[in-house]
C-alpha cells in the first residue's frame, strides 16, 4: 500500500478511541466517531476516501447494529469493510456483527499488532476484489458494467438456443430533474435504489441487467407475452413510486427482439436504443420494438455520414441567413445563419435531419467551422461593398463547447476577414446548457472575455433551471419556438413566457423569438413586450444574394437590439450634464435633485420618464428649454444673479405645470419637463407658445423650446430626449424665443 | 513518570503489557487515565441503579468495562466484571454492594493520579 489510507473508529468512548488512534497513526490516517449517526454523516461526505471502519457495537444515539444495516446504502459506502470491536465476555454479540456485514472482529483489550494487521489485511483483501469487481459491475449500483453484459448475454443466448429473447434498454427519462431538484448525491440514491428494484425484478423473469450509464440500463429477457410484460412494467412503476420519484420522470422502453442470433450483443443494443430514441421527450409512448423502418432510418444516417466529407469539399453546404426582426418598428436588425444541404440526389436536406448525425460522430465540429468561416467572408464582403451588414448569430453546437480552442478557433476566424467582433455572435444551444453546466459557464465567460456576443439559443425546449440565466452571461435569449406552438392551448405557458420576457428583462438580456408564422403570433408577443424575433411571417432564411438586397432597401443603419446600448445613452445624457459642474443631493425619497435650483437630476428623471413610457406610451411630451443668451446674463451680472434667475426660472416652470409632472434641470441653463396629459400637437404647441411670452413677462428672460411628443412606435426616452434637444437646437439657431415639435420643424 | 507506573503496578496494572498497547506512549496513557476517571459514565452508572433503570446501568458498566480492559486496571475490570454480569443476568442484588467496591477503587485511582 503505498498511499495512507483512512480508517474511520465509531465508538462512543474517547478513551478507546485516543488508543485504536494511537495503534494505528503510524500507518493509517484516522478519523473518528462519536456514534454510528455521526459515522453516517461523515460517510456521506467522505465515503470515497475511507478504506475501513472499525465499530464499537454499543453506542448512544445509533449502537452498532443499526449502523450497518444502514451504511450500505450510502453511495460508495457499501464496500468499506467494517470490523467490529467487541469484548471478550460475549461471543454473541461477534455472531451477530458477522452475520450483519461485519468482515471481522477485534476484542477489548486491544492488542496493538493484532489490530494492525487486522486492518491491513482486509484493507489488502477488500481493495483486490474490488479491483476484480470493477470490472464487471458498475461501482454506483453493482449492476454489471456495459462490456461485462456483452459477454454475458451473449452466452445467455449461444446456451439457450430454444428460446427466443428480447434486449431491452431502460431509460429514466428525465432522470436528471431529481438531481437538479435534490442534488447528485440523492439523486445517486435514487439510482442505486431503482439499480436495486430492476435487478429483482429483472432477475425474477430470469434475465439480467446492466447499467449502461447515467439513467440507461440494459437488460437481456426471455420473451414476455402482453400480460407479462405488462406486469413487468407495472411492478417496476410501483417500485419507483414508493421511492417518490417526481412524476414527470418517466420510465421508457427500447426493445429488440434477438431473432437473429448472429447479430452481437453490442449490435442487439445499439438496436434497442435507437428504437428508445425515437419515443425519447413522447409523453405518452412508454416502450417501442425496433423495427425495420428505424433500420431503414439508421441506414439512411449511415448513408448521410458517408457522405459528409465530400458534401464539404464539394461545397454542397450552403450557409441561408434568416432576417431577425424588431417586431415594433419591423426593421431588420440582424440575421441567423443558417446550414441547408444540397445533396445531389436526396435534394435539399434540412438540418433537422443531419445536425443529430453529425453531433453524434463529431462532424459537426468542422461544418460549424465552415459556416463560422463562411459567414465572416460573406460579412466582409458586404463590409468592402460598402454595405452596413447587421450582427449575424451563427452556431456554436454542444461538441465545440468542449473544445478548449474554441475561442481562439473563432477569433483566428475573425481577424482572417477583419471582421469587428460585435458582427459575428454566438448562438449556444439552451440544450447545451443542462448537461455539464459548469463546463458551459466556464467556455461562456471565456468567449466573453474574447469579446464576444452570446445568444443562448433554444431557451425554454429543455428543462433548464432559470437560474442559469443569471449565472451565465449571455446577452440574448432565443426563445423556443415550441414554446410559442403551444401557447393558444394554456394560460401557463403565456405566464411562462412573459416570466422569462420580464426576467430577461431584470437581467439587461434582450429576448429574440423565433418560430414567429403569423400575424398572431406577432401580435400575441408583442403584447408580452417581446421586442425582437424572427419567422416565416417576416421571411424564411435567404441566401446570401436574396439577404443582400434585404439589406440594400434599408436606409438607415438600425439600432443594435442589445439592451446596454439603451442604458448606455442615457448614462451619456447624464454625462454630459456632469460637463456642467452642477452639485446634486439626494432627497428623501433617493432621489438625486440638482443643489441649486431642487429640480430632478437628469438621471432620475429620465428613469421616472422611462416608467411613464412603459406604462403609458402614448400622449407624453417631453420639453427641453434652453435660456435665451444666459452667457451673457452671467457675464454682465456675475454668479449670484445668474443663481437667483436660475432658481426664479425653477419656480416659474413649477407653476406652469401640474404638480405631478417631472421637471429637470439636466445643463447650467438647460431645463427639461416631462408632461403626461394626452393632449394632440395643436393644443401642446399653443400651450407651450403661451409658457415661453409669460416666462418673459414674468421673469424677463426667453428661452428656446424643443418639443418631442411619445407615441406607439417611439417611447424611448432616449430617444425622445434626443429629439426635443434637436428640436430645440433648431429654434435656437433661427430665431430663439418660441417653440418647435420634432419632426414638424418649421412649423 | 516513573513514580506513577511504580504505583499503578502497585494497583494492580501490568504495566510491560499495557504501555505497548500505548505505543510506549506514557503521557498519552496517563491523558487516557485521566479521562477515565473523570468518565461521566461512573455517575450515570449510580444514578441509572438508583432509579433501577438497570438497561441504561448495564449499558454504563460495559462501556467501562471496555476501557477499563483497554487500560489495564485489572483490579477494577474485576469489579466492573462482577457487575456487568450481574446485570446481563438481570439480578438486582448486591447490586450497591458492587457499585460501591467500582467508585471505591477508582477513588484509589483518582489518588494515585493526583
Known amino acids: 500500500m503505498n498511499y495512507r489510507r483512512k480508517v474511520m473508529i465509531v465508538d462512543d468512548s474517547p478513551v478507546n478511541r485516543m488508543i485504536v488512534s494511537k495503534i494505528l497513526s503510524d500507518s493509517f490516517d484516522v478519523i473518528e466517531a462519536e456514534n454510528g449517526l455521526d459515522a453516517l454523516e461523515i460517510l456521506m461526505n467522505q465515503a470515497g476516501s475511507i478504506s475501513l471502519i472499525i465499530l464499537d457495537i454499543v453506542m448512544p444515539v445509533m449502537d452498532g447494529y443499526t449502523f450497518l444495516e444502514s451504511y450500505s446504502s450510502i453511495p460508495q459506502a457499501g464496500n468499506i469493510p467494517v470490523i467490529v470491536a467487541t469484548q471478550m465476555d460475549s461471543e454473541q454479540d461477534e455472531v451477530k456483527a458477522l452475520s450483519a456485514g461485519a468482515a471481522d472482529f477485534i476484542t477489548k483489550p486491544y492488542k496493538p499488532e493484532v489490530i494492525r494487521h487486522r486492518v491491513a489485511n482486509i484493507i489488502r483483501m477488500r481493495e483486490n476484489a474490488a479491483f476484480i469487481n470493477s470490472i464487471e459491475r458498475d461501482a454506483l449500483t453493482s449492476l454489471y458494467t456495459k462490456e461485462a453484459f456483452y459477454t454475458l448475454a451473449a452466452e445467455i443466448i449461444e446456451h439457450d438456443p430454444t428460446n427466443l429473447f428480447d434486449i431491452v434498454c431502460i431509460d429514466i427519462e428525465n432522470f436528471h430533474i431529481v438531481n437538479d431538484l435534490y442534488g447528485e448525491h440523492e439523486g445517486d440514491m435514487l439510482l442505486c435504489n431503482i439499480a436495486q428494484s430492476l435487478d429483482a425484478i429483472v432477475g425474477s423473469v430470469g434475465g439480467i441487467v446492466s447499467r449502461f450509464g447515467g439513467d440507461v440500463f440494459a437488460a437481456i429477457l426471455p420473451v414476455l407475452d402482453q400480460l407479462q410484460w405488462q406486469e413487468f412494467v407495472d411492478e417496476f412503476q410501483t417500485k419507483l413510486k414508493d421511492q417518490h420519484i417526481p412524476s414527470n420522470v418517466q420510465v421508457k422502453y427500447g426493445i429488440f427482439r434477438a431473432s437473429d442470433r448472429s447479430l452481437s450483443v453490442r449490435a442487439m443494443c445499439d438496436r434497442a436504443v435507437q428504437a428508445l430514441s425515437t419515443i425519447k421527450g413522447k409523453y405518452d409512448v412508454f416502450h417501442v420494438y425496433y423495427d425495420d423502418e428505424m433500420g431503414m432510418r439508421l441506414k439512411y444516417e449511415l448513408e448521410l455520414a458517408s457522405d459528409m466529407r465530400r458534401a464539404l469539399s464539394e461545397q454542397r453546404f450552403k450557409v441561408y441567413y434568416q432576417p431577425k426582426y424588431d417586431l415594433i418598428t419591423e426593421q431588420i436588425i440582424g440575421a441567423e445563419a443558417l446550414v441547408r444541404w444540397m445533396h445531389p440526389e436526396k435534394g435539399i436536406i434540412s438540418p433537422a435531419e443531419f445536425i443529430p448525425v453529425f453531433e453524434a460522430n463529431g462532424f459537426i465540429t468542422q461544418l460549424d467551422s465552415f459556416v463560422w468561416d463562411t459567414t465572416c467572408r460573406d460579412l466582409r464582403r458586404w463590409l468592402d461593398e460598402g454595405k452596413k451588414p447587421m450582427p449575424v448569430s451563427v452556431n456554436v453546437s454542444r461538441i465545440d463547447i468542449y473544445n478548449e480552442s474554441l475561442p481562439d478557433i473563432l477569433e483566428s476566424i475573425i481577424h482572417k476577414y477583419a471582421i469587428p467582433i460585435n458582427l459575428l455572435r454566438l448562438e449556444i444551444t439552451e440544450t447545451a446548457y443542462v448537461k455539464n453546466q459548469q463546463q458551459l459557464v466556464r467556455m461562456v465567460n471565456r468567449l466573453k472575455r474574447h469579446g464576444f456576443i452570446i445568444e443562448m439559443d433554444d431557451f425554454g425546449s429543455g428543462f433548464s433551471s432559470l437560474t442559469m440565466l443569471s449565472e451565465t452571461p449571455v446577452d440574448v435569449i432565443k426563445l423556443d419556438m415550441s414554446l410559442l406552438a403551444n401557447r393558444y392551448k394554456s394560460e401557463r405557458s403565456t405566464s411562462i413566457i412573459r416570466f422569462i420576457i420580464n426576467l430577461a428583462d431584470e437581467l439587461g438580456i434582450s429576448v429574440i423569438a423565433e418560430g414567429i408564422e403569423t400575424l398572431d403570433d406577432l401580435e400575441y408577443l408583442k403584447k408580452l413586450k417581446c421586442r425582437y424575433g424572427q419567422g416565416f411571417y417576416f421571411s424564411k432564411p435567404l441566401t446570401a444574394d436574396e439577404y443582400e438586397k434585404l439589406m440594400d432597401a434599408i436606409l438607415m443603419q438600425p439600432k443594435d437590439y442589445l439592451p446596454k446600448q439603451a442604458k448606455t445613452a442615457i448614462g451619456s445624457a447624464a454625462a454630459e450634464q456632469s460637463k456642467g459642474e452642477m452639485r446634486s443631493v439626494v432627497d428623501a425619497q433617493g432621489r438625486q435633485l440638482d443643489a441649486l435650483t431642487r429640480l430632478l437630476h437628469l438621471s432620475t428623471f429620465a428613469e421616472a420618464a422611462q416608467k411613464r413610457l412603459d406604462e403609458c406610451p402614448d400622449g407624453n411630451t417631453l420639453l427641453v428649454l434652453n435660456l435665451d443668451n444666459f452667457a451673457l446674463v452671467n457675464e454682465n451680472y456675475g454668479q449670484k444673479h445668474c443663481d437667483d434667475l436660475l432658481r426664479s426660472v425653477a419656480a416659474f416652470l413649477h407653476r406652469e405645470f401640474r404638480e405631478d409632472e417631472l421637471i429637470s434641470r439636466v445643463g447650467s441653463d438647460e431645463f427639461a419637463v416631462f408632461v403626461s396629459d394626452g393632449m394632440p400637437c395643436e393644443s401642446v404647441c399653443e400651450r407651450m407658445n403661451g409658457v415661453c411670452k409669460r416666462m418673459i413677462a414674468q421673469i424677463g428672460v426667453s428661452c428656446s423650446m424643443g418639443i418631442a411628443l411619445s407615441e406607439h412606435l417611439c417611447a424611448e426616452f432616449d430617444v425622445l430626449y434626443s429629439n426635443a434637444v434637436q428640436a430645440m437646437r433648431e429654434v435656437k439657431k433661427t430665431r430663439k424665443n418660441g417653440c418647435a415639435v420634432y419632426g414638424k420643424l418649421g412649423s | ?114
Open chain 2, 1 to 114: 513518570m516513573t513514580k506513577l507506573i511504580d504505583d499503578l503496578s502497585a494497583y494492580g496494572v501490568d504495566a510491560k503489557d499495557v504501555l505497548e498497547r500505548f505505543v510506549g506512549d506514557e503521557e498519552l496513557y496517563r491523558d487516557c487515565l485521566m479521562l477515565f476517571v473523570n468518565d461521566n459514565a461512573f455517575s450515570e452508572l449510580g444514578s441509572a441503579l438508583e432509579c433501577k433503570d438497570y438497561t441504561t446501568a448495564f449499558e454504563k458498566a460495559h462501556l467501562l468495562k471496555g476501557v477499563c480492559a483497554n487500560l489495564g486496571l485489572a483490579v477494577l475490570l474485576e469489579k466492573i466484571c462482577v457487575l456487568v454480569e450481574t446485570l446481563r443476568e438481570r439480578k438486582t442484588e448486591g447490586l450497591d454492594e458492587m457499585y460501591r467496591a467500582v467508585i471505591d477503587s477508582i477513588e484509589a485511582l483518582r489518588t494515585i493520579l493526583s
